[in-house]
């Protein structure tokens, strides 16, 4: 049975509008058989998906669509063009009109519920378990770009939210838990606050608000702890004044998106200032939660209020933070009505209340922080692991834009045990009409750390690897997937774990391979082992004064190739990948050995060939059994009694002939004479052949010779 189930998005939608709707569309409005586009656009990379459950919200190739039930609840208001729609030709949801004077603001909420019989850390309602985090991937199309200098032509922007579910309460005077039914934004038509972006302000908690009413009106929109990735197209510059309540966000002047929290939290009874945009009607707390800058800590230490991600100031340099400026394009960055990928990645780590935030706005060459202002897509065939929500996306070349890590104090981060997401989008008097396809949402059910580890060229043991389960019936199994890495424990668990595995020693090159945990891949690197030669001669006897050929191999990789200059000598420069040289003249007689070192940063390793010279000159003794005269290459040597020397200078070339009659003066016959050639005199000699290699030897035959 496959562990892992697929729903599609239940969507909640709560909108404000500026004018009323007909009598007719005040109740409730449900969609009940809306079909989604065919997998979102979501390929997996892994071989399946992964084990134990996983809550996943949007598609899957394993699918072919699916139907979702859509309530919407309209605003108690006369307008035709509400602030969130969903298009169920295009499979898309709309944020904003787009219509001039139409400003607004509205939130989109998953709402779905999980199979608990498959899924280890199912939603129910649309409250998931934050448990370690989760994956998303979405695209988003401005259908009202803007060319403006500014960027002031269209706003305010939207955001990605999670929001706690808690039924706690915090510590910091500020009541928990949040609900489908709120929204955030501006409370009423009153006044123009799009900059709040339906994240930050009291929304519908208030009685006064719009309709419909949120569940609870405390006046406290959506409450902390909460989160958002903010894509803010809108220019509000100003520095805050009156804790938010009026419009100041502290923007830089280009488009932007930037890591939020909750800003500062003053008691829930402290009302804005008679003097704000906002007047004294409404509760501050939840104004300036989107403001850069505002919170009181951030770093390495527990905190209850984070500081929001800024360009400067409170909140800068955390990696929160990237804009990018119109210069000479035509449009403004993310407003140039073309699709843009998103990706978002929460890892979140329980047992530290530690929660790293990872966003990329497209698939973007970027290698190192800052990621430069200029972009250089990724290739098509990149798409389809950034897309992938199943695996963590990890490829270097493409850094996100966003990486930030906060720590929250025990409380905060308790609350985020459950969570509800969606999107937010506000305006003021300029209007904005964004797209939203290809959504998918996966809470993963387990983590693992490292996910990656380098090994030296030797086999190792004993590795461990470190699994965090979303939730403790949450299962997993651990997979090799190269012959040379083995799982050696944890081969599968429930809840969290530790797999352990060893590696082979590497006697060739680097490789790199993986073993699936989870789902999840953990990539084993493993350093070239040194790299070993061998080295063969053309020959391994030469004449004195002759050159040969060495041939050499090397195995693995090499970084240099060098001779060893003593005893035998070089032979040019050696190729590290292997090759063939033609020696010098050899005029050292007996052994000469070469020897090739190789070597890698992990170490090196030699291999020899020994080639045998003759002699310069051999001294050559007549063993004939009698008298004879010699011709040593027309060189007469006469009357050589029976084993007496016959020549203290047979070199290269020569050969001795035996004379046969006329024994005196070389005048005789040599018919039927014995002959001895350099060649045969050496080989008897040489070491090689089992001579003493003292350079002298017997004429014994025709052809033949005897060491001496």
């Not at 699916?66 to 509400?82: H, K, L, N, R, Y």
């Not at 009541?175 to 709120?182: E, H, L, Q, S, V």
């Amino acid at each position: 049975m496959e562990k892992t189930t697929f729903f599609f998005i239940a969507l909640f939608i709560i909108i404000f509008l500026p004018a009323s709707l007909p009598a007719a569309q005040k109740a409730q409005k449900t969609i009940n058989s809306y079909t989604w586009d065919t997998s979102f656009g979501v390929t997996k990379t892994n071989t399946g998906a992964p084990t134990g459950g996983g809550t996943v919200i949007g598609g899957d190739t394993s699918t072919s669509g699916g139907t979702s039930s859509i309530t919407i609840v309209p605003s108690d208001s006369t307008a035709t063009t509400p602030s969130v729609t969903v298009n169920p030709t295009t499979g898309t949801i709309d944020l904003g009109s787009g219509t001039t004077g139409t400003d607004t603001s509205g939130t989109i909420y998953n709402t779905g519920t999980g199979d608990a019989s498959v899924i280890c850390n199912p939603c129910v309602s649309g409250v998931c378990p934050f448990g370690i985090g989760l994956r998303a991937y979405f695209e988003f199309k401005y259908n009202t770009p803007d060319t403006s200098a500014g960027s002031t032509a269209v706003g305010d922007g939207f955001t990605f939210t999670v929001l706690n579910a808690s039924t706690s309460t915090a510590g910091n005077e500020i009541p928990a838990g949040n609900a489908i039914t709120i929204r955030g934004g501006v409370p009423t038509t009153s006044f123009t606050l799009g900059e709040l972006m339906g994240y930050a302000g009291p929304g519908n908690t208030t009685a006064g608000s719009s309709l419909p009413l949120a569940t609870t009106l405390d006046g406290l929109g959506i409450k902390p702890p909460k989160m958002a990735i903010e894509f803010d197209t809108y220019p509000n510059t100003g520095a805050m004044t009156y804790n938010g309540c009026s419009g100041g966000r502290n923007d830089t002047s280009a488009n932007h998106v930037a890591v939020m929290f909750w800003g500062s939290n003053p008691a829930s009874s402290t009302m804005c200032s008679s003097s704000s945009t906002a007047g004294n009607t409404y509760r501050q707390a939840s104004f300036d939660d989107n403001v850069h800058g505002a919170g009181s800590a951030s770093g390495a230490t527990a905190t209850t209020e984070p500081y929001n991600s800024s360009a400067t100031g409170n909140g800068s340099g955390l990696g929160g933070f990237y804009s990018r400026a119109k210069g000479t394009s035509t449009y403004n960055w993310m407003e140039d009505g073309a699709s843009h990928r998103a990706r978002i990645e929460i890892i979140r780590t329980p047992t530290t209340n530690t929660y790293r935030i990872k966003v990329w706005v497209d698939c973007e060459l970027c290698t190192s922080y800052p990621c430069p202002a200029t972009s250089t897509a990724c290739p098509a065939s990149e798409y389809v692991y950034f897309q992938d929500v199943y695996s963590p996306y990890s490829n270097s070349n493409y850094l996100p834009k966003l990486d930030r890590t906060v720590i929250l104090d025990s409380t905060n981060s308790s609350m985020l045990n459950d969570v509800i997401f969606g999107f937010t989008q506000g305006t003021g008097a300029a209007t904005q009409q964004i797209s939203l396809s290809n959504i998918s949402v996966y809470f993963p059910t387990s983590n693992i750390s490292p996910t990656s580890r380098a090994h030296t060229y030797s086999a190792a043991s004993g590795q461990t690897v470190t699994v965090t389960a979303a939730a403790t019936t949450c299962s997993w199994t651990a997979v090799s997937n190269n012959s040379w890495i083995t799982v050696t424990g944890g081969a599968s668990g429930t809840g969290n774990g530790t797999v352990t595995y060893s590696v082979d020693g590497n006697t060739g090159d680097a490789r790199t391979g993986t073993i699936t945990i989870g789902g999840q891949l953990f990539t084993v690197t493993q350093a070239a082992g040194p790299p070993t030669c061998t080295l063969t001669a053309s020959t391994n006897i030469v004449p004195y004064n002759d050159t040969h050929n060495l041939t050499w191999t090397v195995s693995g990789t090499a970084t240099t190739a060098t001779w060893t200059a003593s005893p035998g000598g070089t032979c040019g420069s050696p190729s590290t990948s292997g090759g063939t040289c033609t020696t010098a003249a050899r005029t050292t007689p007996g052994a000469n050995t070469y020897t090739l070192n190789v070597t890698n940063a992990s170490g090196s390793n030699s291999c020899s060939a020994t080639v045998y010279v003759g002699c310069q000159n051999y001294s050559v003794w007549n063993y004939l059994g009698a008298t004879y005269d010699f011709s040593e290459s027309g060189t007469c040597r006469n009357n050589i009694g029976s084993t007496n020397r016959i020549t203290t200078g047979f070199t290269v070339g020569e050969t001795l002939q035996q004379y046969t009659t006329n024994v005196g003066s070389c005048g005789g016959s040599t018919a039927g004479g014995a002959t001895l050639s350099y060649t045969q005199a050496m080989n008897v000699d040489i070491v090689a052949n089992g001579g003493n290699g003292d350079c002298r030897v017997n004429f014994t035959g025709n052809g033949t010779a005897t060491d001496r």
